[in-house]
């Protein structure tokens, strides 16, 4: 199923962001820290009265006779531009709304008083997928100057598909690149499926959630191994050829973007300006490619290549996010 940043018919797109800008220039930008209403507001996930309507009866074709459907339920949104009601998906009669609201309250009780802000917000795939993120205090710094925030991220579905989630995730500060590779497994990651409730499992997220910071202290010192170790240009071909490895049977268009890629990877780990102060290790290597990834990989289709590029960043489940990991296990192999 494809995944959508919200843009509605005057042009607005359902994301904010607080301080800076996303690099895909989508949405609001607040000057500095929101508080939860002021980011859904901006985001415009606020008051959307997300409810179950039922069913009811609907009449067979085949037969002409009614059936009664007691156990199926719409969910249905008011859109926050035209306030009319619109179907986001179909559930049973055991379904539990997670409101957006509600997704803010819970991070930020998660988070308590740690000084945790609200950092961005919004709507994918027309309403039918929403998050949040907050922006921890404390970030890491790999070799002591290459900063990585960490960022805690909800999101919730009005669709009848997957569990609500929160996830710690570490972000590159200088080039915004998502580093999720190193957060190896689910022990940074919390789920709670829409048939409970979210609201009583505070305590039991933070338990799971508290071994992210193990998680970040371990990808810092994974990151610290791979600045601390050279790389020239020839390992670095040998690594990108091992990362996206060429087929004998290729046709001439395939080698053409083959070589075009290697290019592009060998210039942004030999000349780029994001990789200044790390160039010539291992750590650059694996940031060349998370930033031709995030940033420059190309866009097949009519959708703008901004708003593509900005999912693959936001979304866990899209194929670059395990051409990542891959790298990242290669170079720390």
């Known amino acids: 199923m494809a995944h959508e940043l919200e843009v509605f018919a005057d042009g607005s797109a359902a994301f904010a962001a607080a301080g800076k800008p996303g690099w895909h220039r989508l949405g609001y930008t607040a000057p500095g820290p929101m508080t939860a209403e002021e980011l859904l507001t901006h985001a415009q996930l606020a008051r959307w009265n997300v409810r179950k309507v039922p069913v009811g009866q609907v009449t067979d074709p085949d037969t002409g006779q009614t059936v009664t459907a007691e156990e199926d339920f719409l969910i249905v949104r008011t859109n926050p531009h035209t306030g009319a009601p619109e179907r986001l998906g179909m559930v049973g009669k055991d379904y539990k709304i997670v409101h957006n609201e509600e997704v803010a309250e819970f991070l930020q009780t998660l988070v308590d008083e740690s000084g945790a802000v609200f950092d961005t917000g919004g709507s994918l795939n027309g309403g039918r997928r929403v998050f949040v993120t907050m922006r921890l205090p404390e970030p890491l710094m790999v070799g002591g100057f290459d900063q990585v925030d960490l960022y805690l991220a909800a ?25 999720r590779a190193a957060l190896r497994n689910h022990a940074a990651m919390f789920k709670v499926r829409h048939t409970g409730h979210i609201a009583g499992r505070i305590a039991e997220a933070r338990d799971a959630l508290r071994l992210t910071w193990r998680h970040g202290e371990a990808f810092a010192a994974e990151a610290e191994k791979l600045l601390a170790t050279p790389m020239d240009v020839k390992e670095f071909r040998q690594f990108a050829a091992a990362l996206h490895p060429l087929g004998p049977d290729a046709k001439d268009l395939t080698r053409r973007n083959h070589e075009l890629a290697m290019r592009e990877l060998e210039w942004l780990f030999t000349s780029a300006p994001t990789n200044e102060p790390i160039r010539g290790t291992r750590w650059a290597a694996y940031n060349a490619v998370t930033e031709r990834l995030d940033h420059r990989s190309p866009v097949i289709g009519r959708r703008e290549a901004a708003i593509v590029r900005a999912e693959r960043a936001l979304l866990d489940d899209h194929a670059n996010s395990k051409i990542k990991s891959r790298a990242f296990h290669l170079l720390a192999a």
């Open 155 to 179: 999101f919730s579905r009005h669709d009848g598909w997957g569990a609500f989630t929160t996830v710690a995730t570490p972000v590159r500060v200088v080039c915004a690149n998502t580093e």
